[in-house]
């Protein structure tokens, strides 16, 4: 074994001055805003939006063009799903631009078109994943629901289900341990499988025959 040289691999923290460790804070606290509102690509890019706001920038498709400045700052949303930022700052485009790209990644379980259905007295939402994710890090957590739902007139209702504390959260099952043996002798990408991330939402049945339990849930 390679010997290894403590003082190379010191903590970064170490390093750190005490003016730069209460700026990494601050933009340790400011990442964790961003990455708690924007859960989806569509919360990222409105998050996104606000802050350029506070930062002087202009929506382009709002401003009118003899409005427009040659030196001004810009933002541009596509279909609220993604956003580009432009400063067009003080020198001429000749002497050449910065272009700095970034991915908005949203790793998350999406949930089919027909999603909702009853099985043993328990109503469950199918999921299909998407992103690179560990399936079984998805068991026995508590889970929201967030989207956008578009209404016949045209309208669009945004839903946040699961992050306030007095919201009701949503679960993926999983084995206890003593009835996970043969779970245990799987390698952890066969443990959990894709098709068994299917979200519990509710066990309440109602008065009704047949499926009392997902007509329930389909008249909240």
Not at 59 to 74: T, V
Not at 176 to 193: F, G, I, R, W, Y
Request: one cysteine or more; proline letters at 3%.
């Amino acid at each position: 074994m390679k010997s290894i040289d403590a003082e190379k691999n010191k903590s970064a923290w170490n390093s750190l001055e005490k003016e730069d460790s209460s700026e990494m804070e601050t933009f340790i606290e400011e990442y964790k805003e961003f990455i708690s509102k924007g859960k989806t690509e569509r919360e990222a890019s409105d998050h996104i939006e606000a802050e350029a706001k506070k930062n002087g920038f202009v929506d382009l498709y709002s401003e009118e063009e003899e409005n427009f400045d040659a030196r001004g700052k810009y933002y541009a949303k596509n279909h609220g799903k993604s956003i580009i930022m432009i400063n067009l700052g003080e020198a001429d485009l000749i002497d050449g631009v910065n272009i700095v790209g970034a991915h908005i990644d949203s790793p998350r379980l999406d949930l089919k078109q027909n999603p909702i259905y009853e099985d043993s007295d328990i109503v469950l939402l199918k999921t299909h994943y998407y992103g690179g994710i560990k399936k079984y890090q998805w068991t026995s957590l508590p889970l929201a629901l967030h989207g956008i739902v578009y209404k016949s007139d045209g309208g669009k209702v945004s839903i946040s289900i699961g992050e306030d504390t007095q919201d009701p959260v949503f679960l993926i099952s999983d084995l206890l341990p003593h009835l996970a043996k043969d779970q245990n002798a799987k390698k952890m990408s066969e443990a959990v499988t894709g098709e068994s991330l299917n979200v519990i939402i509710g066990n309440m049945p109602c008065d009704q025959e047949k499926n009392p339990f997902k007509s329930r849930m389909l008249k909240i």
